[in-house]
């Protein structure tokens, strides 16, 4: 009898809380909240749209989503979003079909595990 095999896509993310700090620090914390609360609804929209760009093969509209999210999330710390949506860029760039819908797929997981991440990290800062 056959094995399936089940894989499990869990992998750390990595926030920098040095950005994070560095906004309640500057701007205070109203001044932060509202930052946080604007890149994470920019995020959100980015990865729904780049997933919507590549539905369509509309290639150059993914990859400005994808270097608008990815200079978002470098602003707020998310290292591990930011790194991903850059790998999404370059399968774009190089026509790999294959390798696009993967790190896409990665993209959405780790946005949505980032999102959490930061919103937990705020609520913690509060």
């Known amino acids: 009898m056959p094995v399936l095999a089940i894989l499990r896509h869990d992998e750390v993310v990595r926030l920098d809380p040095d950005p994070l700090a560095a906004l309640y620090s500057e701007l205070g914390e109203n001044g932060a909240e509202r930052i946080v609360c604007r890149a994470i609804e920019e995020l959100a929209s980015r990865l729904t749209e780049m997933s919507r760009h590549a539905d369509q093969s509309s290639h150059a509209a993914l990859i400005r989503s994808g270097r608008t999210l990815s200079k978002v999330a470098e602003q707020i710390g998310m290292a591990t979003l930011a790194r991903v949506a850059q790998d999404v860029i370059d399968a774009t760039e190089a026509g790999d079909h294959a390798g696009q819908a993967a790190t896409l797929a ?13 919103w937990d990290l705020r609520d913690m800062t509060v």
């Open 106 to 118: 990665r993209l959405v997981r780790i946005g949505d595990r980032s999102l959490t991440a930061v």
